[in-house]
T-cell receptor, first 113, second 113 residues
Framework: DAKTTQPPSMDCAEGRAANLPCNHS???????VYWYRQIHSQGPQYIIHGLKNNETNEMASLIITEDRKSSTLILPHATLRDTAVYYCIVRVAEETSGSRLTFGEGTQLTVNP | DAGITQSPRHKVTETGTPVTLRCHQTENHRYMYWYRQDPGHGLRLIHYSYGVKDTDKGEVSDGYSVSRSKTEDFLLTLESATSSQTSVYFC????????????FGPGTRLTVL
C-alpha cells in the first residue's frame, strides 16, 4: 500500500470548515483513498473513501486531485465532537485477503469553541 | 458497532504469564483482524483471519498467536507476555459490499508489569 503524509496537528474553529490534507504521491491506479478517524480511546471509525472522483456523504467530503497524488478531507461545519485523530489510508479495495489497513500517524484535529 | 465485543476490556498481568484476548462478533463476518496501538501512534496489524481456521500474519506478529475455531470468535494469545506488549488491542471486522470498510471493537487495554 502507498505511504501517506499528513500534518501532525491542526486546529479549527467550531462551525467552520475543517480541511485536512493528505499526500500520497506513490499511489497506484487501483488504490483507493480511505479516511478514518479515532476519537480518544475509541476504535477508529470509517468516514469516506474514493478512487478518483470527489465524494460526499453525510459526514464529510473528499476531494482528490486530478493526478491523485493528494487529497483533502473536508468537514463542512466542524463541531467539538469532531475533535479526533484523522487517518488517511491508501489501499487496494478488492484484495482477496480482506481489507487490511496500514495506519500512519494521522492528524490530530482540535476543534475549538 | 457491527456487533463486536472484546473481552476483557482491561487487564493487568505480569511478565511471563500467558494472556488471551477474545473478539466476538454476532453478524457472521468472514474477515477479522487484531491490531495494537501504542501511545501517540496509529494502529498496527498483528494477525488477521479470512475464515474459520484460516489466519495470517500482519506486520507485528512476533510474540502473538491467534486462533479461529468458529466464525464468531477470534482469539489473540500472548504466550509469554512482555512489557513491550503493553498496549491497547483493537479487533476489527470487514463488512462486505462496496465500501469494504472496517468496523472496530471498543479495545482492550493490556498492561504487562
Amino acid at each position: 500500500d502507498a505511504k501517506t503524509t499528513q500534518p501532525p496537528s491542526m486546529d479549527c474553529a467550531e462551525g467552520r470548515a475543517a480541511n485536512l490534507p493528505c499526500n500520497h504521491s506513490t499511489i497506484s491506479g487501483n488504490e483507493y483513498v480511505y479516511w478514518y478517524r479515532q476519537i480518544h480511546s475509541q476504535g477508529p471509525q470509517y468516514i469516506i473513501h474514493g478512487l478518483k472522483n470527489n465524494e460526499t456523504n453525510e459526514m464529510a467530503s473528499l476531494i482528490i486531485t486530478e493526478d491523485r497524488k493528494s487529497s483533502t478531507l473536508i468537514l463542512p461545519h466542524a463541531t467539538l465532537r469532531d475533535t479526533a485523530v484523522y487517518y488517511c489510508i491508501v489501499r487496494v479495495a478488492e484484495e482477496t485477503s480482506g481489507s487490511r489497513l496500514t495506519f500512519g500517524e494521522g492528524t490530530q484535529l482540535t476543534v475549538n469553541p | 458497532d457491527a456487533g463486536i465485543t472484546q473481552s476483557p476490556r482491561h487487564k493487568v498481568t505480569e511478565t511471563g504469564t500467558p494472556v488471551t484476548l477474545r473478539c466476538h462478533q454476532t453478524e457472521n463476518h468472514r474477515y477479522m483482524y487484531w491490531y495494537r496501538q501504542d501511545p501517540g501512534h496509529g494502529l498496527r496489524l498483528i494477525h488477521y483471519s479470512y475464515g474459520v481456521k484460516d489466519t495470517d500474519k500482519g506486520e507485528v506478529s512476533d510474540g502473538y498467536s491467534v486462533s479461529r475455531s468458529k466464525t464468531e470468535d477470534f482469539l489473540l494469545t500472548l504466550e509469554s507476555a512482555t512489557s513491550s506488549q503493553t498496549s491497547v488491542y483493537f479487533c476489527a471486522i470487514t463488512t462486505p459490499g462496496q465500501n469494504n470498510e472496517q468496523f472496530f471493537g471498543p479495545g482492550t487495554r493490556l498492561t504487562v508489569l
